[in-house]
């Protein structure tokens, strides 16, 4: 069964923080690395964080790195993104998925929205 489920979504003002959990299938877990991509309007999906299933490697993009942090709790099914000194620039549709780095693997959930406002 493959499924991911996000939440932690929502409105932020700037410099704030938001915690986003994907809730993801033991299956996915087990076979495939599960991290974050965004959408912003207007612009293509990108990779933000990606965790390793394999051992707990982290990849996150250039533009999170250091305010950004992705974990996992095994037994839970769960991935986070906790998401620290957040900037208007971080306002998109943020999807879980398997992933290899910065690249999809196939699998996304359906999407929380995160909106950095004041």
């Known amino acids: 069964q493959v499924s991911l489920e996000e939440s932690g979504g929502g409105l932020v003002q700037p410099g704030g923080s938001l915690r986003l959990s994907c809730l993801a299938s033991?299956?996915?877990?087990?076979?495939?690395?599960v991290g974050w991509f965004r959408q912003a309007p207007g612009k293509e999906r990108e990779g933000v964080s990606c965790?390793?299933?394999?051992?707990?490697?982290?990849w996150y993009a250039d533009s999170v790195k250091g305010r950004f942090t992705i974990s996992r709790v095994n037994r839970k099914n769960t991935i986070y993104l906790q998401m620290n000194n957040l900037g208007a620039e971080d306002t998109a549709v943020y999807y879980c998925?398997?992933?290899?780095?910065?690249?999809?693997?196939?699998?996304y959930g359906q999407g929380t929205q995160v909106t950095v406002s004041s």
């Open positions: 998925g398997t992933c290899w780095d910065g690249t999809s693997t196939g699998y």
């Open positions: 965790i390793s299933s394999s051992d707990g490697k982290t």
């Open positions: 033991r299956f996915l877990l087990d076979y495939y690395s």
